[in-house]
């Protein structure tokens, strides 16, 4: 019996390292992992040539390409460190049975997501003129995590995910968690958030349209148009969204080219990414190591804006940071070893696949997610728990 529960402990433990201690979170994941190896030597059983796993080693054999510019700097050790979460959790999961996968470990993802929204929607609750001016400002509400609002929204995008791909649910329910779930999102007012929300509704729409032939296209036209009207609705309901659409449009209006300003989000934004790709071209910020991009990125950032000086080690976008990294070729690598579970989940008609693969490629696109802790944790488990799932109906999946 307890043996059998190991796995459903284990990541209740997990899910509370995701939230209060990243210590948690990295000991756990590491003792599993090494248990699990353990477990495969022990039994014999572990295929070595399974695509996941695989798939799994190639950002550690990818981390070479920015290491070995400086091979014994503690940066490159971190980063690879953050990278071996992927065949950990990989390995991890190969020792939990498919029953497990599919209902316990989803169920208990949702509970955190849950619990995870007690914090934030309880502080607008008694600080409501506070939050509409941290909103109005540029911030978020506080959330578990240390605080970190954007990891937590692709954890809640992650969740709509998981709800509409759970078959053992009926839909009904799904539906209305999925729709409960999405208020909550927009109520939020995180954009990566919205961004991956919007796109994970209507790519999961699109793809019930090609997976379903005999849908016509008019479902498929007023299944979108329902969303959009959802956004449209929010945006008149909820004052926290009015109030992060205006800062945006504000922010976006202060930008200056050869000015910087770190009170603005969106201005830090553009200008670090502005001297990341003024660096690439220029030569001296291509191809330097992991560790020299900090010190590379602060200068092309005080010669292009005044000599100012960021607190920022890399770029906010995945792509630009691995071409700083390890140039044009460990960029295209990673690109090719990102989308490959897409390519999988066309094969195997696996929409969550596919559809969670792009959106963590699109927040790649303004966040360096695939750098932090819980960014890796939050694009590996889910994906991994899609790409092992097998489908499991509801009693009465009405």
Avoid at 192 to 215: H, N, P, Q, R
Avoid at 351 to 378: M, R
Wanted: hydrophobic content about 55%; glycine content about 6%.
């Amino acid at each position: 019996m307890i043996k059998k529960n190991a796995p459903i402990f284990l990541f209740i433990l997990l899910l509370a390292g995701l939230f209060w201690s990243r210590a948690l979170l990295s000991i756990v994941q590491g003792v599993w992992a090494l248990y699990a190896i353990g477990q495969f030597f022990q039994s014999k059983s572990f295929n070595f040539k399974d695509p996941i796993f695989i798939w799994s080693l190639v950002p550690l054999c990818c981390w070479t390409l920015g290491a070995f510019q400086h091979p014994l700097a503690m940066a490159n050790f971190d980063y690879a460190l953050t990278l071996a979460v992927y065949p950990a959790t990989v390995l991890v999961v190969k020792t939990i049975p498919k029953q497990i996968i599919n209902k316990q470990l989803v169920y208990n993802w949702l509970a955190a997501t849950a619990i995870g929204l007690v914090l934030p929607i309880y502080w607008y609750i008694n600080h409501q003129i506070g939050a509409h001016n941290l909103l109005g400002s540029g911030q978020a509400l506080p959330t578990f995590m240390d605080t970190d609002h954007v990891r937590f929204s692709i954890l809640l995008c992650s969740s709509v995910l998981l709800l509409l791909t759970a078959s053992f649910i009926t839909k009904k329910m799904r539906f209305t968690l999925v729709l409960v779930l999405t208020i909550l999102i927009l109520f939020l007012a995180v954009r990566t958030g919205w961004v991956l929300l919007f796109f994970i509704l209507i790519a999961y729409c699109l793809l019930i349209v090609v997976e379903k032939k005999s849908i016509k296209p008019f479902q498929v036209v007023a299944s979108i148009f329902i969303v959009v009207l959802l956004a449209s609705a929010a945006y008149y309901l909820f004052p926290t969204i009015q109030q992060k659409i205006a800062y945006t449009i504000y922010d976006w209006q202060q930008f200056q080219p050869g000015k910087f300003n770190a009170n603005y989000s969106d201005g830090t934004r553009r200008a670090i990414n502005y001297a990341a790709i003024k660096s690439i071209e220029s030569g001296e910020g291509s191809n330097i190591g992991w560790s020299s991009i900090p010190a590379i990125l602060n200068q092309s950032l005080a010669h292009y804006f005044s000599g100012v000086n960021t607190n920022f080690g890399w770029p906010f976008n995945q792509w630009l940071f691995w071409w700083m990294g390890s140039d044009w070729w460990g960029a295209l690598l990673f690109s090719a070893w990102l989308f490959y579970p897409a390519i999988v989940g066309f094969k195997q008609k696996n929409k969550g696949i596919i559809i969670w693969t792009i959106a963590i490629a699109i927040s790649c696109l303004a966040e360096a997610t695939l750098n932090y802790q819980y960014g890796v944790f939050l694009h590996v488990w889910p994906l991994v728990i899609l790409w092992q799932k097998e489908t499991i109906l509801a009693p009465d999946n009405s």
